[in-house]
């Protein structure tokens, strides 16, 4: 390893307490989307303290932010999340369901440690550029709302990815990884239907059921599904059935609908199809209704060559390694649940000899904790879930690392994440992250035809250009 990352290396080692810090104050707080206030807050007083330049508020979303260090180009995005999860309010390093505070929030998906870790790599940066004295930017962008606001998304119609070089990130994941492949686009709009209240028996005639509408809106996408594209998906939820009295004409319904597809470009006109379709059951019913676009994100762009660069930097610095105590506690949490055996989730996307591979690892490692890294996968591969970071890979070349921060097979969005993630497990996650990342963005910025080869790939898969889910008139919408 060159001099300069061992000096990044071991300034974020001498940070750790500043990190793993960070990551227990955003798990107290737990802040649903587009909520975090004291999250964004706590980051943007740090890096100010860091002596990075702060803009808080960016393109329209008040807890979201830049920080930036360093001058002229290349310009290295790192991408921070800090968004919690309703419902999930745990005791951190509980082996059973255990609120902190009744009916209260938790990280459930371990933006704690995502964000922690984007800023353990931002100060590794700062150290090298300042240490170095080259040119070059990092710049930390606080994400908010990744769990149903899609900020990156929005901070793509405004064109903020394009100012970028590159883009890095990282997520908490049951193992070490460099992601690829693509992943599923996502469209989000609610329909408020407005009827006419009237006794069901008396004057049934001079009622009009939202609730109707609804219902015959549902059927309509029923009917749609066969003419839709395979690889597209719609999912809805009835958010208000209008009240539980059968003998009055509901006057008020709605439902909120999710459109998938893995590009795009097809999701933004299955989204026009399912409007119409609302258009359809309102006149049929005599009833109006309101179309209330909650977020929308797009498929993920992989770019091969920054994950070899995140690769190369993973397999030189190896992997998270635990106590026989963290070993018995992920161990033991792995029995709360079904599946700690399987492989691990992310790499079931990948063809058959990946996966044999990844098995082998799995079976020698002889514990729950995945403490080995995933072979470099450069074949096509496909995830059925959204993230806003496709977004930005649409506008400037992009890749993300997984580390292990939970058991194998630990289920997304459950307590058991969020018991992980204030534990010295998900410590150690954060923390490794931060030191591949910042390894990686030294790469660019030691070798900047990396960069041009990177921005090559990126021209080429996007040379349909990039068709935004979220229209002009959009605001980021928190949620109800």
């Not at 091969?304 to 930097?313: A, I, T």
């Not at 599946?339 to 990946?354: L, V």
């Amino acid at each position: 390893m060159i001099k300069e990352k061992q000096a990044a290396i071991a300034a974020i080692e001498k940070m750790r307490e500043m990190i793993t810090d960070a990551a227990d104050h955003i798990w107290e707080f737990a802040e649903l989307s587009l909520m975090e206030e004291k999250s964004a807050r706590f980051y943007c007083e740090l890096l100010k303290r860091e002596g990075f330049q702060v803009e808080e508020g960016i393109c329209g979303i008040k807890t979201a932010f830049s920080a930036s260090f360093g001058s002229g180009r290349p310009v290295i995005g790192l991408l921070a999340e800090y968004d919690a999860l309703s419902g999930l309010s745990q005791k951190a390093g509980s082996l059973v369901r255990e609120e902190r505070i009744p009916g209260g929030t938790g990280h459930g998906c371990g933006h704690n440690l995502l964000g922690a870790g984007v800023l353990a790599a931002a100060l590794g940066v700062k150290a090298y550029l300042t240490e170095s004295g080259r040119q070059g930017t990092v710049v930390l962008y606080g994400c908010p709302g990744e769990e149903g606001g899609a900020a990156k998304a929005f901070m793509a119609r405004d064109g903020l990815w394009k100012t970028l070089d590159g883009a890095l990130t990282w997520h908490p994941e049951d193992v070490n990884e460099v992601c690829t492949g693509s992943s599923n686009s996502c469209i989000q709009v609610q329909y408020k239907f407005t009827g006419v209240a009237s006794h069901a028996a008396g004057a049934p005639e001079k009622g009009r059921s939202a609730l109707d509408a609804v219902e015959l809106m549902n059927i309509g996408v029923q009917f749609l599904r066969e003419h839709m594209s395979d690889k597209a998906r719609v999912h809805y939820a009835i958010t208000d059935g209008g009240g539980c009295s059968p003998n009055v004409v509901q006057p008020r319904a709605s439902v909120l609908y999710m459109v998938r597809s893995n590009h795009v470009a097809e999701a933004v006109e299955l989204q026009k199809r399912v409007d119409r379709i609302a258009q359809g059951a309102a006149m049929m019913t005599d009833t109006t209704f309101e179309r209330q676009f909650i977020d929308g994100l797009a498929d993920t762009i992989s770019n091969h060559v920054l994950e070899q660069v995140l690769y190369d930097n993973f397999k030189e610095l190896g992997v998270p390694s635990y106590t026989s105590e963290e070993h018995h506690f992920a161990d033991a949490l792995a029995e709360t649940y079904p599946g700690s055996n399987e492989i691990p989730g992310i790499a079931a996307k990948y063809d058959k000899e990946a996966k044999e591979q990844i098995k082998a690892l799995r079976e020698k490692a002889g514990h729950a904790m995945n403490e080995f890294l995933a072979p470099l996968y450069k074949g096509e591969a496909f995830q059925a879930g959204s993230t806003d970071v496709g977004d930005v890979s649409w506008l400037t070349p992009t890749a993300q690392i997984h580390v292990a921060s939970w058991p194998n097979g630990c289920p997304g969005h459950s307590w058991q994440n969020v018991s992980c993630d204030g534990t010295e497990i998900g410590h150690k996650a954060a923390v490794h992250a931060g030191k591949v990342l910042a390894a990686a963005v030294i790469d660019l910025l030691e070798k900047p035809e990396i960069l041009k080869e990177a921005r090559k790939e990126f021209e080429r898969y996007t040379k349909e250009g990039y068709v935004c889910p979220i229209p002009k008139d959009a605001v980021p919408v928190v949620p109800e």
